[in-house]
């Protein structure tokens, strides 16, 4: 493939009902753009689970293997993200706990370690502001990188995480209440 066609087809500016239309009608390049498009979103997000970049690719590869055994007659009912949130997250969880059966604890990352979602080059604010961050419980953390960190909206993240609204809006409260309180985390939450 020439460099030029790979570029119109990376930057293909269909929104994406419109490839999954196109994807169920059997254009195979539909899928690949979504492909293209979600794919460092979905090892980012595996990585945040599995903290190994390697179960990372494993999980991207299950993921989007079960994204495309849904075509043809899916229907798209919310963003892509949206759908693909629980199986990365349920993938990432499966593959993390058969690598631990297969390795040594001592060899597996913390999928706690927030600073994994940032930058490694990250300032020493964006690091202070990781660890809060990874000090909150699980579920309240899940939903601050979800929020902020992906920028779902709070419906966006009930429907991710199969979790009642009033629940994902509590652990939001909850966790911002915590970081506010965080002398690590302080001067990066604004009013």
């Known amino acids: 493939m020439r460099d030029d066609a790979r570029h119109r087809s990376y930057s293909d500016e269909r929104r994406d009902e419109q490839l999954v239309d196109a994807i169920n009608r059997g254009d195979q390049a539909a899928f690949e753009q979504l492909y293209l498009r979600y794919r460092d979103w979905v090892v980012a997000l595996a990585y945040r689970f599995t903290g190994d970049r390697e179960l990372?690719?494993?999980v991207l590869q299950d993921v989007f293997v079960y994204f495309v055994r849904r075509?043809?007659?899916f229907e798209l009912r919310g963003k892509v993200k949206t759908f693909l949130y629980p199986a990365?997250?349920?993938t990432a969880i499966a593959i993390q706990s058969r690598s631990r059966?297969?390795?040594s604890m001592t060899e597996v990352g913390d999928p706690s370690d927030a600073s994994t979602?940032?930058?490694a080059g990250a300032t020493e604010d964006r690091e202070r502001l990781a660890e809060a961050v990874a000090s909150l419980p699980a579920a309240q953390r899940e939903a601050v990188l979800l929020r902020f960190g992906d920028g779902?909206?709070?419906e966006e993240?009930?429907?991710a995480v199969e979790a009642p609204i009033g629940?994902?809006?509590s652990r939001l409260h909850h966790a911002l209440a915590t970081l506010r309180d965080d002398p690590r985390a302080r001067d990066a939450i604004r009013e």
């Open 56 to 58: 990372a690719l494993d």
């Open 71 to 73: 075509f043809p007659g």
């Open 88 to 90: 990365v997250r349920h």
């Open 101 to 103: 059966r297969m390795r």
């Open 117 to 119: 979602v940032f930058d």
């Open 152 to 154: 779902l909206s709070i």
């Open 157 to 159: 993240i009930a429907t």
């Open 167 to 169: 629940t994902v809006k």
